[in-house]
């Protein structure tokens, strides 16, 4: 008797054990830059109420995990960008199942046969490219493939403080800010403004920046029509046209129309405390700025906040250098629940793609950025043509972010009189050129 | 074994047989099994990897995969990386920003707090207090004390109506305002060193000083630096070593910029290695590095055998 309730229990113990591992929830594990603040937003899963892309992405996820009992998601947060981490997990076999990867970093972790095509995982949850707006679909696109869920487009933007373009006299009848047409205008503008304000048109974050540089560098090539990467394994960089964008950034700074020597935090409270007119800063500070300018006492809230893309100060295309953010999946072997569970929030961030683009980036999808509820947000009237006008380097150029610091700080390097500018587009070609060759 | 051990007793000493004793220090294989696990862990972590170091710096090598041998390849897109060789210059100026004051600066607190009292011990526990912060929270201070506009210096500055120097992006001034802050963080041990050199000099020969009449300069110059040479070169040998390794300070703090101006040659290792993933090129740099370290640690090495003549 005793033995045969031994064995009873035994078998019970087994089929309870059985039965919860098959209803244990799917653990995926999610790596992703954008910040920490959990202890802002660790348990809001009310999307709407969150704020900036540290928010708004803490509090999706968190709705992801509380909407989805058969599937987990552990969060690991990184500091940007991450890819020297993200590196060395692959490296050791130890990458996470879904990645934030911008679309200008795809290709080196494609290359490497990484990342699992997303194409078949999307279309088992209804998601097609079609659907994807042309800058997302072309950015996250490699040798014909998705490899990445696009969740965003992005760029560098003119942001305004108005108050201090009434003072300059460089505001329209209709109060919109007036911008330059044409290099000379804008220093004209840029002196004008120094003269009426005291301060200097632009803020930048120059002390030890890349980026910022690099990004200004290609929308003006863009905009003269210089074909610079016709082949990606080779960059011409040593051209008459760079050779304009880095004489005007250096004319800028030359003649003091910018803030010098701040890094990207002191930059941006430079701009919010009022200490110059525009500063060059991307799409995700829009929701900030404009929070700003609706509370009382800020310096944007005496004479408001404008935001614009890149004036068209060349004759040649309409063009702008933008990037965006994909979700990318390693590439790895997975059961069937594991691939289940990455289509269900790959699909989640797709339906949710407006509540990201409250940061001020632009949807990736044509059904949002088409919606009435995205263009009634803040400033998206003057920033929503950046889904037209923003251009990426062509797809197949390789360690992206590695010829951005090679070519700012070449620029750098220039512009604040270290170096000739001849010398230093020589020396940013020839490095980038001998980075290519050695892939 | 066992045998000969025992013989001892039971030969009787009248034989006048001459029994080998055992040599306690005869080698014994058992005794490896103390320095395995040591000999395990070094020979993974460091000898393993010093090799496979070496063998990749022949190779075209990524982080994912090992390429075509390419011979001194490598070696040879270092030399001519105007990066790398500026590398080098930023990291012997750095070495030689920061060793003779560490020394120094270290060798004047040592002497000033070397006595009994209980405001010495309380400045010497200051003086060491930033040895144990981490390089992270050290340049969060001094990014604190350097960034314009809000930071520390230029809120001196502006009481006295003045602009305060851009420690952290004028070429200039960059690499000696990482200097700074490495000293002010690595101060503590030099002057420990110092410290415990000093209080190992005899009493006496102060107390036959002063019989003597000798002044405090007389007394510097004739006991007390003489009889703390040898740790004086010990200081500056250990410093060149620690030193060479800069990373942490220009990569929280500059970046290596402005323009390379602050990229030692560690930042430009990582830089190469798993930045661009040219690993190849990397561990060519590592090498040029390690022969760097070993040159000084050979000169640590032969300065400290001949403490006689010291």
Redesign the interface.
């Known amino acids: 008797m005793r033995l045969k309730n031994i064995l009873f229990a035994a078998v019970s113990a087994g089929a309870i054990m059985v039965a919860s591992s098959s209803f244990a929830a799917t653990e995926l594990t999610v790596q992703r830059f954008f910040g920490a603040c959990d202890a802002d937003f660790g348990t809001n899963t009310d999307v709407s109420k969150a704020v900036g892309e540290c928010g708004i992405i803490t509090s999706l996820i968190n709705k992801f995990n509380a909407d989805n009992p058969d599937v987990h998601v552990s969060v690991t947060t990184v500091e940007w960008p991450g890819y020297d981490q993200l590196t060395a997990q692959f490296a050791s076999g130890d990458a996470p199942d879904i990645v934030t990867i911008h679309e200008s970093v795809l290709s080196d972790y494609q290359s490497k046969g990484l990342l699992l095509p997303l194409d078949d995982v999307l279309s088992a949850n209804g998601l097609t490219p079609d659907s994807f707006t042309d800058a997302a679909r072309n950015g996250a696109t490699k040798d014909g493939k998705i490899y990445g869920l696009p969740i965003d487009t992005w760029t560098m933007l003119y942001h305004i403080n108005m108050d201090l373009f009434k003072q300059a006299g460089l505001v329209n009848a209709d109060g919109t800010p007036i911008l330059p047409k044409s290099t000379d205008e804008l220093l004209a503008q840029a002196e004008q403004f120094k003269q009426k304000t005291g301060k200097p048109y632009f803020v930048q974050n120059l002390a030890n920046e890349t980026a910022l540089y690099t990004r200004n560098l290609y929308t003006y090539l863009f905009q003269q029509d210089s074909d610079f990467f016709a082949d990606p394994k080779h960059v011409k960089l040593d051209t008459p046209e760079a050779k304009k964008v880095v004489e005007l950034y250096k004319a800028i700074f030359d003649k003091d129309y910018t803030i010098k020597d701040l890094d990207y935090g002191g930059a941006i409270n430079a701009f919010l405390a009022g200490e110059g007119g525009v500063q060059l800063n991307g799409t995700w500070v829009i929701g900030d700025y404009n929070a700003q300018s609706e509370t009382a006492g800020t310096a944007l809230n005496k004479g408001g906040y404008a935001v614009y893309p890149y004036p068209q100060l060349f004759g040649g295309a309409h063009a702008q250098y933008a990037d965006g953010h994909t979700w990318a999946v390693s590439q790895k072997d997975r059961t069937p629940e594991e691939i289940a569970g990455i289509g269900k929030f790959l699909k989640f961030f797709a339906d949710n793609d407006f509540e990201w683009s409250r940061t001020g980036h632009l949807p990736a999808y044509k059904s949002v950025i088409t919606s009435d509820a995205f263009k009634a947000l803040p400033h998206r009237d003057t920033v929503a043509a950046v889904a037209d006008l923003g251009k990426p380097l062509p797809a197949a150029v390789q360690r992206q972010f590695a010829i951005q610091d090679i070519i700012g700080e070449e620029m750098s390097a220039a512009i604040s009189g270290q170096k000739e500018v001849d010398a230093a587009l020589k020396d940013a070609e020839s490095r980038v050129n001998e980075l290519l060759e050695n892939l | 074994m066992a045998e000969q051990l025992t013989l001892p007793q039971t030969a009787t000493p009248a034989a006048g047989v001459r029994v080998p004793s055992a040599d306690i220090y005869a080698p014994k294989w058992r005794n490896f099994i103390f320095v395995a696990p040591y000999l395990f862990f070094f020979t993974t972590l460091l000898v393993f990897p010093l090799f496979w170091g070496i063998w990749l710096s022949f190779h075209?090598a990524?982080?994912?995969s090992t390429g075509k041998f390419v011979g001194f390849g490598n070696y040879i897109?270092l030399f001519n990386?105007?990066?790398f060789l500026q590398s080098i210059w930023n990291t012997f100026y750095f070495v030689g920003l920061t060793v003779p004051a560490l020394a120094l600066i270290g060798l004047f607190l040592a002497l000033c707090l070397n006595r009994r009292t209980r405001s010495a011990a309380v400045l010497r526990t200051i003086f060491f207090s930033s040895s144990v912060l981490s390089v992270t929270i050290v340049t969060l201070i001094w990014r604190i004390v350097y960034?314009?506009?809000?930071g520390l210096l230029s809120i001196v500055y502006g009481w006295f109506g003045a602009t305060a120097p851009?420690f952290?992006?004028?070429?200039n001034l960059a690499m000696i305002g990482i200097a700074i802050a490495t000293i002010w963080w690595c101060i503590g041990l030099p002057m420990m060193l110092f410290l415990s050199a000093l209080q190992q000099i005899p009493q006496d020969i102060y107390e036959a000083a002063a019989l003597d009449n000798a002044n405090r300069w007389q007394t510097l110059r004739s006991i007390t630096l003489p009889s703390i040479k040898r740790t004086f070169v010990l200081v500056i040998i250990i410093q060149i070593v620690l030193q060479f390794q800069l990373f942490g300070q220009p990569w929280l703090m500059?970046?290596?910029?402005?323009?390379?101006l602050t990229k030692p040659i560690v930042l430009y290792i990582y830089?190469t290695a798993?930045?661009?993933?040219?690993l190849g090129?990397g561990a060519a740099a590592s090498e040029i590095l390690f022969i760097l370290i070993l040159i000084a640690a050979m000169a640590q090495y032969l300065v400290t055998r001949r403490k006689g003549e010291l």
């Open positions: 075209k990524d982080t994912f897109r990386d105007k990066v960034i314009p506009n809000n851009s952290i992006s004028d070429p500059t970046r290596g910029g402005p323009n390379n830089d798993f930045r661009r993933w040219d090129l």
